[in-house]
Nanobody, 119 residues
Framework: QVQLVESGGGLNQPGGSLRLSCAAS????????MGWYRQAPGKQRELVAH???????NHTDSVKGRFTISRDNAKNTVYLQMNSLKPEDTAVYSC?????????????WGQGTQVTVSS
């Protein structure tokens, strides 16, 4: 079994910063891609950022220049640094990872962490 545990969400004012973390643990041989989705109330889930095992990244247009995804392979952890937060960034943020385990390659998800941007 593999678990992804997120941390770092919370309430912040517009223009503020937060850093989300997502640590993977369990029967891990290797982690391939990792990333973050978000879902705001009444809206579809949106891919925010994606990072490959080699460190190549993609960010959705609405967060480019404000959010940065990174990872620490030694810690099996992916981060999302969020700067210049806007109210429209309010959502539940969930991490994911493609993991090679002893039984094969599977996708795993974190439980989600709430980010609220409000004055």
């Amino acid at each position: 079994q593999v678990q992804l545990v997120e941390s770092g969400g919370g309430l912040n004012q517009p223009g503020g910063s937060l850093r989300l973390s997502c640590a993977a643990s369990g029967n891990i041989f290797s982690i391939y891609a990792m990333g973050w989705y978000r879902q705001a109330p009444g809206k579809q889930r949106e891919l925010v950022a994606h990072i490959t095992s080699g460190g190549s990244t993609n960010h959705t247009d609405s967060v480019k220049g404000r959010f940065t995804i990174s990872r620490d392979n030694a810690k099996n952890t992916v981060y999302l640094q969020m700067n210049s937060l806007k109210p429209e960034d309010t959502a539940v943020y969930s991490c994911y990872a493609g993991v090679l385990t002893g039984k094969g390659i599977y996708a795993y998800w974190g439980q989600g962490t709430q980010v609220t941007v409000s004055s």
